[in-house]
Structure formats: C-alpha cells, structure tokens
C-alpha cells in the first residue's frame, strides 16, 4: 500500500469516501514494532485469544537494525506458536519507532489498522472492542483513551505526567480538539485514509499526526477507556528532549495544517 506524502497540503475530502466498507468486511492488520521485547508474544497472545480471526487479516511485527539475531529468530517463531493468525515479521528500512509505525502500515492489508507496543504498555485486550465499535461505525477512527481511565496516569513518573498534561493542553487549544488523550496514537484506523491523505516525509512525525486525524482532516473517531502497563522491558523515555521532540513534531504538523 502506498502512504501518500505532502503534495498538496490537507485540501482533501472524505465525505466522498464514506460508507466503502460493509461492517461484515472489516478486516484488521495489527502493527508491531519491536526491537527486543519478549512480551510481544503475550501481546500476540491476548489478541488471539480475544479476536475473532476472522477479523484479524495479520500481525506485523516490525524490527530495526538494533534486534539482535537471537530475537529474529524469536520473533518467527511465533509464526509457528499462533498458527491461527497470519504473522508477518518485517524490517524496517529507517529508523526509530515512527518510522516502524509507517513501514507497518505501508505492508498492511484488510480494511483498517492498529499500531501497538509490544511490551504490553498498550493494553491488547482494546483491539478486540475497538473492532466490535468500528463494525458498527466503519468509517470512524476508534480511539484509546488513557484519560478516560482515571487510574492510568497514576502509574507515570510524576516528570512525564506533568509534561503530558501540558503537551495535551497546548496540542488540544492548537488543534481546537475535544479529544481527552489527542497525542495517544493507539487507535484503529480506516486504511483508506492513509491511502487518501498525506503524511510528512518526516516518519517519526507519523505516529502522532495519526492522532491528530480527526482534527486534520475532520475524521468522525470514538473514544473508549484504555489502561496502560508499565513498562517492564524496552526504555521507558522520561528526559526533557525525548519530550521537546514530541513538541516540535506538533508544532512542525499545526503549521503544515495551516497551509
């Protein structure tokens, strides 16, 4: 599938889309990316054991130049432990945690996507009801929200907390959203809309302006509760320019909006 870049900047339609897909035809590819994360097979796990698979066209995990050998080896061989799930493992050709997200989806196949983390951070229980919400509402994007789980944010360093709350803030009054979590990118998404808009060629921008959708280009979302996990592997990031970086990535994307 081809992701489109920004050739004319956000002038597009989606009115004339509506309604393409039959709710008996949703078809899911769940994206992963990972470096060395041995809960990826829970995740995995959960999601079979709590999704139709019917309605999960495959599982992408997508890897980097930091994956060890051993882990590749790990990661095909859940394509023997869950049968049941087509599981595809994909490198991907840059770098960092965007760019995996774009590679993912620019493989992905059926009617809609969802990129997840692969340390259980993401709870993978949510796909499941995401995708009953989207067989009713198909041309919704369907949205995690950690806000609207009070207790989530209790488990956050008080550093990255704070951060959030002021991120969302400035992010919400930019975007004139309404939305309780805009920046979390954990949410399942039409396809077609990545085929029909375009994206900075920027890749690690790509995971928030997925969130930001819904104020973009006015794309109809729901939003339900989601919990988030601690993350017990992988590096949880908690420094200021990890952050400031997020920060400019939105400023970057609001001015490419106004244009």
Do not use: W
Request: hydrophobic residues 40%.
């Amino acid at each position: 599938m081809m992701i489109k870049y920004y050739e004319c900047k956000y002038k597009y339609s989606i009115s004339a889309a509506k309604g393409l897909y039959m709710p008996n035809e949703l078809s899911v590819t769940v994206v992963i990316p990972t470096i060395d994360e041995m809960q990826i097979k829970d995740v995995i796990s959960v999601i079979c054991n709590t999704c139709d698979p019917a309605d999960v066209a495959c599982v992408i995990a997508v890897y980097g130049e930091k994956t060890t050998e051993s882990h590749l080896s790990f990661l095909h061989s859940l394509q023997r432990d869950f049968p049941a799930v087509n599981i595809r493992v994909l490198k991907q050709p840059g770098h960092g945690p965007g760019d995996a997200a774009y590679a993912g989806c620019a493989a992905a196949s059926g009617t809609h996507v969802v990129i997840l983390g692969a340390d259980m951070e993401n709870d993978p229980h949510d796909i499941a009801k995401m995708i009953e919400l989207s067989k009713k509402a198909p041309d919704d994007i369907i949205k995690a929200s950690r806000r609207l789980k009070k207790e989530t944010f209790a488990k956050y360093p008080k550093f990255k907390k704070i951060f959030n709350v002021i991120f969302q803030r400035i992010m919400c009054i930019a975007f004139h959203s309404a939305q309780t979590d805009i920046t979390y990118a954990f949410q399942l998404t039409p396809l077609r809309y990545l085929q029909q808009f375009s994206f900075m060629p920027d890749h690690g921008a790509f995971a928030i302006e997925l969130a930001l959708l819904p104020e973009i280009y006015g794309v109809p979302y729901i939003e339900i509760p989601s919990a988030v996990g601690r993350r017990t592997e992988g590096r949880s990031h908690t420094d200021f320019k990890y952050y400031l970086g997020y920060l400019k990535t939105g400023i970057k994307i609001y001015k490419n909006k106004r244009r």
